[in-house]
Structures are given as structure tokens and as C-alpha cells.
């Protein structure tokens, strides 16, 4: 096989060199500066100037011919022009070796850049690896390994997410329903009905756990330290309950022992007040609570707890510790409570859910537990679901949490190659910008809202008279502002200019879970500035 690379000036060097292991690859220079400025046109001339230099045509040497760049054009007029089949390669240079390294498993594009392709390969392939471990047959190897409803949990899986629905009781059927369906779309692999601390519902549970069972067939547990609570949820057969404790352990074993509900167990006595605050007596006393249970032939889950950081008492670094020795000491599947963490950090979420759950893997957790109770903690569930296969995939390929398939870099760049050819224009004037002492008013206004349920971008339109005119709905900036010019809702340049400004905004604050207000600043605090 041989390949011939065409790019343009600025990107020749990085192109070289990250192909000069190839002995199978050329790499062509053009004369455009940029090689997003190559057309189809350019690229045929190109070839034609290549073949007359050589005398021969390039099909005879080269297999085909792949073009760098963020090239917007269909490629497919260079080989019918040619001879000479021509495709799109990655868009960055540094990308192109695990292109060609996995060339037999992807179909190049005149249309679409390779690494869409890539992404989507090595992806796939690390499903496939976690789907072939979830298959592998139940071994207890002691406790480590249980079934939670249908659900297998243990060292020999990936870390599960329990997705913590708070004040259960308090929602409405639909608000319930709408929250179970939103944490399984994030996926959550179980489901957990948070009850109202210091109230009993004992007789909502019915209802409660209904709606539930309606929705998925995933484990369904209750969360509560009320006893009354606690004996209803096992009798009406949830998966797992939590949580278990000195203080309520001997009333609820007889309705343990009679079902399939796996109990999560803490080190606490909260009927008399304990919570152990040292690495030794969280370990002693969780030891102690969970030989009750196993004595009984019920199967737990231990939670030595997860504490906040820089929490009085135990602290956090000594929590993780507790957990670490913990695990080292017994043979079941353990909890670990992310969420204390996390809602009570004030920091965005997304790096320190795959740091706690980088955490968690390597000291041996099973169950990994949050709710999305604050708004900095939204996609909590959906980001731990990621980083539990990060490190799944790791942990099983003794390798680095990287290049796995899966990554949780939302807000940067793992590559930061940006193009800039300003300083290159010598000779050419330079404005520096401000803005207009003096608004003429267009002859209508917009009011722009975000319809988050449906992640629509809404658009209301007044007249002069501030009359509401038309509500516009789209998913993107372009449909709506398109739409407006074809209903001649705009008349003046600047106001187009502001509504594009703004619907950019609220696109943004819509797939990041940011905040959108008209006119203020996304990224408004001290960090930004």
C-alpha cells in the first residue's frame, strides 16, 4: 500500500512528521497556506501538476490520496477527475497514525473527516470489551460478587451508579416519573427512592415503588434510616435498601431473611447517636454490623462512608483510607458515596466525579452513589457513568485512563492546535474594535428563553408596541435566525448581528446546564476575568 498526503504550508512539518514512521506515505505540500482553503479544484490541479512532474499518473503509484485540513467540500469530483480516489483525512495532523493504524476497520470519506470515523471505531471496541465482562458468569469468590435485582455487582464488573432521587414523597407522579426516565437516559445503571428524613411515608412506598417498577426493570432501592420505612420497602421486594446500621439491624433481619433485598450497611448507631470518627472505629464498627447480617445469609453491601472534605471528625482523606482498608480486610461488594463529596465542594463537577471515581477503582468500590440535588451537580449521573467505564477499561488493561474511548474532557481540549495567519498580514490596517455610542431600535425585539425539557431554543417576537408576535422554536442558533429573516422579523444588520450573538449563548447554557439570561454574560465570576 502507498498513500499520498496533501496539505497546505502551515500544517506541512506537523504533517511530516507525524507519518515519518510510515515508509508507505508521501506527503504532498501545495502552495495554500492553510489546507482548509483547498477546494476540489485545487486538489485536482494539484494532482495534475504532480502527475505531469512525474510523468506517470499518481493512481499507478499511490492507492489513494488523503487531504488534511477542515475541508468543508465533498471530495468525490477529485477521483472523477483524476482517476485517482481522494478522501478526507483527520483533522488534526497528530491523529493521523491511529488513522492509519486502523485503516482495515474504517471506511474513509469524501464527506466526512476521519476521526468522526476513529472515535467511533475505538469507542465501539471498548463497548464491546465491557459488554463481554458484564457477560461473564456470576462467581461469588465469597461476597465480593452478588445480584442486585438482575443486576451483578462485584470486583469482577464495572463500578455501578446509583442515582439517588431525594424527597420522593414529595413529588408528584409525573415529576417521579419524569426524574426515574432522566436518570436512566444518564445512565444510571440502578435507581434509588430517597425518602423525607424525620418523616414517615411508609404508606406512599406502595405508590412510590409502582412507579418505579413501571419504568425499568433496573434494581430499585429505598433510602432511609426510618424502620417503619425501611420494613415496607422489604416487603414489597425492592432490590436493596439503605441503610442498615446497629441501631435498626435487629429488627429488620427477620424481614431480610425472608426476601432477596440486599441491605447496605453503615458503621453508625444512630438510635443512640454514634457515628464513629476515627479510621479504626468505622472499620470495627462496619465489621460488626455486616457479621449480623452475613450470619443471617443476607446479602450487604458495606458503607463505611464517604465522608465531606475537610469534614470534622473523619475527615475525607481518612474516610478513603477506612474504605481502602475496609475492602482489604472483607470480601463484599462496598459502597462509596460520591455524592457527599461533590454536593458539598463548590466546584464543577465533571473533573472531580472522574477523579472520585479514579479513587474509588483503585481502592476497590462497587457502588457508586449520587444524587443531582444542586445545580452544579447536574449530569452527575451521566458522568460518573463515563468514568466508571474510563476506569474499567484501565483497571482491566493495567494501563492509563487514556485513549480508552472514553473521556470526560467537556469544557477544553485535549489537543489545542488552533490555526492563526493575523500576524502574517503585515501591510494590512488594524481596527481595534468598540462599540456604537448610539441604538437605532429595530422595528420588533426578542425575548429568547430555553425550553430545557425538550432542549429547545425559544424565540418570542414583540412588535413596536411590544405585542407578542411569534414564538419561534429551534434546536439551533441557525433555524431560528434563519427563520426570522425568512418571516422578515429583522430589518437592520446590528440586530441580526445581536440576535446571532445571543441565541450562541443560549445554545451553549443549554448543552452545558449553564444559566441563560438575556444580555448578561454566561461566564460571569472571578475566574473568567
Known amino acids: 500500500m502507498k498513500i499520498l498526503i496533501i496539505t497546505g504550508k502551515q500544517a506541512y512539518q506537523k504533517v511530516k512528521n507525524a507519518v515519518k514512521k510510515y515508509n508507505f506515505i508521501d506527503v504532498h505540500k501545495t502552495n495554500i497556506s492553510i489546507a482548509a482553503f483547498l477546494t ?114 462485584g470486583d469482577d464488573y464495572p463500578m455501578r451508579v446509583l442515582g439517588e432521587i431525594v424527597h420522593t414523597p414529595w413529588l408528584s407522579d409525573k415529576e417521579l416519573e419524569e426524574k426515574i426516565t432522566y436518570y436512566l437516559n444518564s445512565g444510571a445503571d440502578m435507581i434509588d427512592l430517597g425518602m423525607v428524613s424525620n418523616e414517615d411515608h411508609s404508606k406512599d412506598l406502595k405508590r412510590i415503588v409502582g412507579i418505579a417498577r413501571d419504568i425499568t426493570d433496573k434494581p430499585i432501592s429505598v433510602d432511609t434510616l426510618n424502620t417503619e420505612e425501611l420494613i415496607e420497602a422489604i416487603n414489597l421486594g425492592v432490590d436493596m435498601v439503605l441503610s442498615v446500621d446497629g441501631g435498626n439491624a435487629e429488627e429488620l433481619i427477620p424481614y431480610l431473611k425472608e426476601g432477596d433485598t440486599v441491605a447496605v450497611v453503615l458503621p453508625t448507631n444512630y438510635r443512640i447517636n454514634y457515628v464513629p470518627e476515627t479510621i479504626e472505629g468505622k472499620i470495627k464498627s462496619l465489621e460488626g454490623n455486616v457479621n449480623k447480617l452475613i450470619e443471617n445469609d443476607i446479602k450487604v453491601v458495606g458503607d463505611p462512608i464517604l465522608e465531606p472534605i475537610n469534614n470534622s471528625g473523619c475527615n475525607f482523606t481518612e474516610s478513603v483510607i477506612a474504605c481502602k482498608m475496609f475492602k482489604e480486610k472483607n470480601n463484599i461488594p462496598m459502597f462509596f458515596g460520591i455524592g457527599n463529596v461533590t454536593e458539598l465542594f463548590d466546584v464543577d463537577s465533571n473533573g472531580a466525579h472522574a477523579l472520585l471515581t ?86 420588533g425585539s426578542f425575548k429568547i428563553e ?59 447554557a443549554l448543552k452545558i446546564g449553564k444559566k441563560y439570561n438575556q444580555d448578561f454574560e454566561l461566564f460571569y465570576n472571578e475566574f473568567w476575568k
Open 40 to 153: 476540489p479544484n485545487m486538489i485536482i490541479n494539484e494532482i495534475k501538476l504532480l502527475e505531469k512532474e512525474k510523468n506517470i499518473r499518481l493512481s499507478e503509484i499511490y492507492d489513494f490520496v488523503l487531504v488534511t485540513g477542515l475541508i468543508r467540500h465533498d471530495l468525490k469530483k477529485v477521483e472523477e477527475e483524476t482517476g485517482i480516489k481522494c478522501y478526507k483525512s483527520t483533522r488534526e495532523a497528530s491523529d493521523i497514525p491511529l488513522l492509519i493504524d486502523n485503516l482495515k476497520d474504517i471506511t474513509l470519506s469524501t464527506r466526512d473527516y476521519a476521526d468522526d470515523q476513529i472515535i467511533k471505531f475505538v469507542k465501539q471496541k471498548s463497548e464491546e470489551e465491557i459488554k463481554k465482562a458484564e457477560e461473564k458468569p456470576l462467581n461469588s469468590k465469597g461476597n465480593v460478587n452478588i445480584k442486585i435485582g438482575a443486576l451483578k455487582v
Open 358 to 443: 479514579a479513587i474509588g477503582s483503585e481502592i476497590g468500590a462497587n457502588i457508586l452513589f449520587t444524587p443531582e440535588a444542586s445545580s452544579k451537580c447536574k449530569f452527575s449521573i451521566k458522568e460518573l457513568k463515563i468514568a466508571t467505564k474510563m476506569m474499567f477499561l484501565a483497571k482491566k488493561r493495567n494501563s492509563l485512563p487514556k485513549d480508552v474511548g472514553f473521556d470526560l474532557i467537556n469544557y477544553k481540549d485535549k489537543k489545542f492546535d488552533e490555526l492563526t495567519t493575523h500576524e502574517n498580514y503585515k501591510d494590512v490596517p488594524v481596527i481595534m474594535a468598540k462599540e456604537n455610542e448610539r441604538q437605532i431600535l429595530d422595528e
Open 450 to 508: 430555553l425550553d430545557r425539557k425538550n432542549k429547545l431554543i425559544v424565540v418570542i417576537y414583540f412588535d413596536r408596541r411590544k405585542n407578542p408576535k411569534y414564538i419561534i422554536k429551534g434546536k439551533t442558533p441557525k433555524e431560528i435566525y434563519e427563520t426570522a429573516i425568512r418571516y422578515n422579523l429583522i430589518k437592520k444588520i446590528d440586530h441580526a448581528s445581536y440576535l446571532g450573538k445571543e441565541l450562541q449563548k443560549a445554545e451553549i
